[in-house]
């Protein structure tokens, strides 16, 4: 089964990273496979009992809430049609953090619903999927299947958003991605556009322009992958014109058992948590940085992870450590302890806005 545009989904990266590289062939329940046509279905399923001290409001609170990847079910397609493979995916993910505040409407998140053109060319992806700005960033990010950094305390974790990268925005997008060359890849894509300018003739008169190239390689048993990525937009209106631009990077090896990565990201003028319609831009800087090693023994995985975020255009600066135990019971079957440090800084008063430490047990299922 070729089942390409589920190789290349944010989940298939995601599962992949957390669970190595054997993963990506159980991911799916191949459901048809007939002349050429299949169909198969995977999902992601997850909860997390929640302790919370918050040490600026003083509180303290316990939940039972997913971790930072919501419960998904995808959909795959792919059908060969002579040189040219034609596939599509959709997925929906929903959120289990809102059982007491609305018990009967749940909501749905469509963030995937695309279609893809493989052949030797490489491939062309259109629709709806996770922008490339950030993508290995956050997909690579060791503890993506667990808790992370705290939002509001019934809200959804942020994982390391906003403490070491920002979101890649899942959006509307046509993207070229090459063959594989040796290891390297590359893909480029334009976007819808963010209204970062909202007010009197406000236009976005060129789409977002987004890019990443990652190289991977094994040298001496040591297995490397590198990458850069970016985007590019601008939105004006009556009186002001914002230019937004940013760069993300990283590097990950691993040597048996032991994983280090490191990446990065600096932009101006662009959201550095999440880029959406409406955000009030102002042409300032942000960075960040994500440090982490883990180390696999047997069934278990050790992770130690720190991020910072400096931001003139947030006027924040954050943090976020966690520590956390991965437990694999079994190829679909995963259980997280996690505790999270995490302390955030309003700039221009230097006043703390948030202080909170977390601890979050959980179990993943995941077919």
Same mark, same amino acid.
């Given at each position: 089964?070729?089942?390409?545009?589920?190789?290349?989904?944010?989940?298939?990266?995601?599962?992949?990273?957390?669970?190595?590289?054997?993963?990506?062939?159980?991911?799916?329940?191949?459901?048809?496979?007939?002349?050429?046509?299949?169909?198969?279905?995977?999902?992601?399923?997850?909860?997390?009992?929640?302790?919370?001290?918050?040490?600026?409001?003083?509180?303290?609170?316990?939940?039972?809430?997913?971790?930072?990847?919501?419960?998904?079910?995808?959909?795959?397609?792919?059908?060969?049609?002579?040189?040219?493979?034609?596939?599509?995916?959709?997925?929906?993910?929903?959120?289990?953090?809102?059982?007491?505040?609305?018990?009967?409407?749940?909501?749905?998140?469509?963030?995937?619903?695309?279609?893809?053109?493989?052949?030797?060319?490489?491939?062309?992806?259109?629709?709806?999927?996770?922008?490339?700005?950030?993508?290995?960033?956050?997909?690579?990010?060791?503890?993506?299947?667990?808790?992370?950094?705290?939002?509001?305390?019934?809200?959804?974790?942020?994982?390391?958003?906003?403490?070491?990268?920002?979101?890649?925005?899942?959006?509307?997008?046509?993207?070229?991605?090459?063959?594989?060359?040796?290891?390297?890849?590359?893909?480029?894509?334009?976007?819808?556009?963010?209204?970062?300018?909202?007010?009197?003739?406000?236009?976005?008169?060129?789409?977002?322009?987004?890019?990443?190239?990652?190289?991977?390689?094994?040298?001496?048993?040591?297995?490397?992958?590198?990458?850069?990525?970016?985007?590019?937009?601008?939105?004006?209106?009556?009186?002001?014109?914002?230019?937004?631009?940013?760069?993300?990077?990283?590097?990950?090896?691993?040597?048996?058992?032991?994983?280090?990565?490191?990446?990065?990201?600096?932009?101006?003028?662009?959201?550095?948590?999440?880029?959406?319609?409406?955000?009030?831009?102002?042409?300032?800087?942000?960075?960040?940085?994500?440090?982490?090693?883990?180390?696999?023994?047997?069934?278990?995985?050790? /992770?130690? #992870?720190?991020?910072?975020?400096?931001?003139?255009?947030?006027? $924040? =600066?954050? &943090?976020?450590? +966690?520590?956390? !135990?991965?437990?694999? /019971?079994? #190829?679909?079957?995963?259980?997280?302890?996690?505790?999270?440090? $995490? =302390?955030? &800084?309003?700039? +221009?008063?230097? !006043?703390?806005?948030?202080?909170?430490?977390?601890?979050?047990?959980?179990?993943?299922?995941?077919?």
């Amino acid at each position: 089964m070729k089942n390409n545009n589920f190789r290349k989904s944010g989940l298939a990266i995601a599962m992949m990273a957390a669970m190595g590289a054997s993963a990506g062939a159980n991911a799916a329940i191949e459901l048809y496979n007939e002349d050429g046509t299949s169909f198969s279905v995977d999902g992601y399923f997850n909860a997390f009992y929640v302790n919370r001290d918050d040490k600026v409001a003083d509180v303290r609170n316990s939940d039972v809430k997913m971790g930072f990847l919501p419960n998904t079910i995808g959909f795959n397609f792919s059908k060969e049609m002579g040189d040219l493979t034609l596939g599509g995916r959709s997925s929906f993910w929903s959120t289990i953090n809102d059982s007491l505040q609305s018990p009967t409407d749940t909501a749905i998140d469509v963030r995937q619903l695309y279609a893809t053109v493989d052949g030797a060319f490489g491939q062309v992806l259109i629709g709806k999927d996770f922008g490339l700005y950030a993508r290995s960033n956050i997909f690579l990010d060791e503890i993506l299947m667990g808790f992370g950094s705290p939002g509001a305390a019934t809200g959804v974790s942020f994982g390391n958003i906003r403490t070491g990268y920002p979101y890649p925005n899942p959006s509307a997008q046509i993207t070229y991605r090459t063959p594989d060359m040796g290891g390297l890849n590359v893909a480029a894509g334009i976007f819808e556009p963010a209204n970062t300018t909202p007010g009197a003739q406000s236009e976005q008169s060129a789409p977002r322009f987004e890019a990443e190239v990652t190289y991977s390689a094994d040298l001496n048993g040591v297995a490397l992958t590198g990458w850069v990525n970016g985007r590019h937009q601008s939105s004006e209106n009556a009186t002001t014109k914002i230019d937004s631009r940013g760069v993300g990077y990283g590097v990950k090896a691993a040597v048996a058992g032991l994983s280090l990565t490191a990446s990065g990201f600096t932009s101006k003028g662009d959201v550095p948590v999440l880029i959406t319609d409406g955000a009030l831009a102002s042409e300032e800087d942000a960075d960040g940085y994500l440090v982490q090693a883990s180390y696999t023994l047997g069934a278990n995985r050790f /992770v130690l #992870s720190y991020g910072e975020t400096d931001s003139d255009q947030g006027n $924040f =600066e954050t &943090e976020n450590t +966690s520590v956390a !135990v991965f437990h694999d /019971v079994n #190829s679909n079957f995963k259980l997280v302890a996690e505790y999270n440090m $995490f =302390e955030q &800084e309003t700039k +221009s008063t230097g !006043v703390k806005a948030a202080d909170a430490n977390t601890l979050a047990l959980g179990a993943v299922v995941m077919f």
